[in-house]
């Protein structure tokens, strides 16, 4: 526990931060056509066999990349870690601790540096949401782009379909290594992500260290757990709005009929909760979030918000469908930027469905749901 302590106070003080790099894309956007179902009625420890093995070189050198960039003195701290997957129930707790041991098995890599891994990529992230009610199809469309300054992060992007009951419970994009969620979407409920948010109350991660050894919640564990929850679209905003969690975050909403909500967070509660239809909307039919309060300017060196609402804007409400979110909003910068790893384009206007349901079915049956790599 003291060397917790330690590597809460000193450690990721000296972890690489987002660039904030604003420049046009680097290289190419290729559509990610992997799919892993996560069955959530095997035992833990088998549900990210698969992906992992397929993925482990993939994730070896992003492990290598984040560990590396940590002291020397840090990194002989990170073995003790181990003992959060087996003392520490508050910290990680099942099915995570077990997955995660899973993971471990699979490739070889210390299950003490996936933790620090997983705990590393909900709080160092760069993002843009856009919520957008498509009136003509009747679907709430949710924009998502993720931005990281972390190298190979694109060729781990995969989606995932967790399923239980031989019944997909929840769709969702996310990095293989990474056990939480921080884009996914509920059938019939929401779909929901997780940005980033700076505060003035010490760095971010004094903040998170401090929330996670008084028993808040991993943002991506809190958010995978509502997902396959199933709970109702105003369920999960309230229970965002209150659930303690280890960081100040936005937590992103799409709902049904129209809905749509950003809970801004400190640790402890919410700040403020915007929906689409609040009469103090300052973007009026959608709704936009970067890393910065929606109430306070943007920095003139990452006005990704400005730009995003003039997007908007310019194509219009009768003009929206998925495919003119992804290329006319997502695909514009610096919306789409350098550090940009992945454009996801999600719905929770669909009914769950069978596990075994063929690509083609999907495409006739259920909304979209699909994500670009970026930067590739």
């Not at 369920?235 to 659930?243: D, E, F, L």
Request: proline share 6%; net charge negative; glycine share 8%.
């Amino acid at each position: 526990l003291v060397a917790l302590q330690i590597l809460a106070t000193n450690a990721f003080e000296a972890a690489p931060r987002p660039l904030h790099n604003m420049k046009n894309i680097t290289g190419p956007s290729k559509r990610v056509n992997a799919t892993y179902q996560i069955n959530l009625d095997l035992q833990p420890e088998l549900r990210w066999k698969k992906a992992a093995k397929d993925y482990q070189k993939e994730l070896e050198y992003t492990v290598d990349h984040v560990i590396s960039a940590l002291p020397s003195s840090v990194q002989k701290l990170i073995p003790y870690l181990e003992g959060v997957l087996d003392g520490i129930e508050g910290v990680l707790p099942e099915p995570y601790r077990d997955e995660i041991r899973g993971i471990s098995e699979a490739t070889g890599i210390p299950a003490g540096q996936l933790l620090i891994v997983n705990i590393f990529y909900e709080l160092e992230t760069g993002c843009t949401g856009v919520v957008v009610y498509d009136k003509a199809n009747n679907i709430t469309l949710h924009g998502r782009n993720l931005d990281y300054g972390i190298a190979g992060l694109q060729n781990l992007t995969v989606n995932v379909e967790f399923v239980k009951n031989n019944t997909v419970i929840t769709r969702a994009t996310t990095y293989v290594g990474y056990i939480g969620l921080l884009t996914g979407s509920s059938p019939l409920g929401f779909s929901v992500q997780l940005n980033e948010r700076d505060t003035k109350n010490g760095s971010v991660w004094d903040n998170a260290f401090e929330a996670l050894f008084r028993g808040g919640a991993i943002g991506g564990f809190f958010l995978r757990d509502m997902l396959i929850e199933g709970v109702s679209f105003d369920a999960a905003v309230a229970k965002a709005a209150t659930q303690p969690l280890i960081a100040p975050c936005y937590l992103i909403f799409g709902g049904p009929n129209g809905e749509g909500a950003i809970v801004v967070r400190e640790r402890d509660s919410s700040v403020d909760t915007l929906r689409l239809s609040d009469e103090r909307n300052p973007y009026g039919w959608f709704l936009i979030q970067t890393n910065y309060d929606f109430w306070k300017p943007a920095p003139s060196n990452d006005d990704r918000r400005s730009y995003t609402k003039q997007h908007m804007e310019a194509l219009g409400r009768g003009n929206m469908t998925s495919q003119a979110l992804f290329h006319n909003i997502m695909s514009a910068w610096p919306t789409l930027n350098a550090e940009t790893t992945y454009t996801t384009i999600m719905t929770s206007s669909y009914k769950p469905y069978p596990a075994g349901l063929s690509d083609e079915d999907k495409q006739k049956l259920i909304p979209p749901y699909f994500t670009y790599t970026r930067n590739n």
